[in-house]
Nanobody
Framework: QAQLVESGGGLVQAGGSLRLSCAAS????????MGWFRQAPGKEREFVAA????????YYADSVKGRFTISRDNAKNTVYLQMNSLKSEDTAVYYC?????????WGQGTQVTVSS
């Protein structure tokens, strides 16, 4: 059974950094678009970043451009989100997503809390 497992979340001070990982298992996700989304308390889930299968194309929400970097290692079936210069408004549960056509798979999420 395919699944995505996020890790790397935690508590960090404003201005700090975290690196999230999303380990995929059950199938190869090397041809999938991989993405990160987040959901803050009382808000809808929102797009953060995405990367295509070859890493040639990356996409970011305006709110994280220049601070976050998405990358992937297809050999390890893993996608990463390097988050720098964190702000209190980045506090949320971060979810990994794998998408190919109509197929979409979500991880269980990892909590990121940024203290000001």
């Amino acid at each position: 059974q395919a699944q995505l497992v996020e890790s790397g979340g935690g508590l960090v001070q404003a201005g700090g950094s975290l690196r999230l990982s999303c380990a995929a298992s059950g199938r190869s996700f090397s041809t999938y678009v991989m993405g990160w989304f987040r959901q803050a308390p009382g808000k809808e889930r929102e797009f953060v970043a995405a990367i295509n299968w070859s890493s040639a194309n990356t996409y970011y929400a305006d709110s994280v451009k220049g601070r976050f970097t998405i990358s992937r290692d297809n050999a390890k079936n893993t996608v990463y989100l390097q988050m720098n210069s964190l702000k209190s408004e980045d506090t949320a549960v971060y979810y990994c997503n794998a998408r190919l056509g109509d197929y979409s798979l979500w991880g269980q999420g990892t909590q990121v809390t940024v203290s000001s």
